[in-house]
């Protein structure tokens, strides 16, 4: 069994800065690629940034330049700093690990979500 971990949401005004953080526990054996995702009110969910386990980067046109995805995975965590946010910015943040477990197995795991809130 794995857990994600989220932590770091939180109200900013717009202009603002937060830090989400996400720790994976449990039985790992290794993490390919760790994301961020966010769903808002009566829309899909979409991804924010992704990291691969090597450093590569990917991010939404809607972030770029705004956001950046950082992983150490000697703690199996992966952080997400948001700075410039503005409100369209406000979403429920899910983390995500596409992760091999014990026997070899690779499942896809998701946190419990940490909510986002730019105010104007």
């Known amino acids: 069994q794995v857990q994600l971990v989220e932590s770091g949401g939180g109200l900013v005004q717009a202009g603002g800065s937060l830090r989400l953080s996400c720790a994976a526990s449990?039985?790992?054996?290794?993490?390919?690629?760790m994301g961020w995702y966010r769903q808002a009110p009566g829309k899909q969910r979409e991804l924010v940034a992704a990291?691969?386990?090597?450093?590569?980067?990917n991010y939404a046109d809607s972030v770029k330049g705004r956001f950046t995805i950082s992983r150490d995975n000697a703690k199996n965590t992966v952080y997400l700093q948001m700075n410039s946010l503005k409100p369209e910015d406000t979403a429920v943040y899910y983390c995500?690990?596409?992760?091999?477990?014990?026997?070899?197995?690779?499942?896809?795991?998701w946190g419990q979500g940490t909510q986002v809130t730019v105010s104007s």
């Open positions: 995500n690990a596409d992760t091999i477990v014990a026997g070899g197995y690779e499942y896809d795991y």
């Open positions: 449990g039985s790992i054996f290794s993490i390919n690629a």
């Open positions: 990291i691969t386990s090597g450093g590569s980067t």
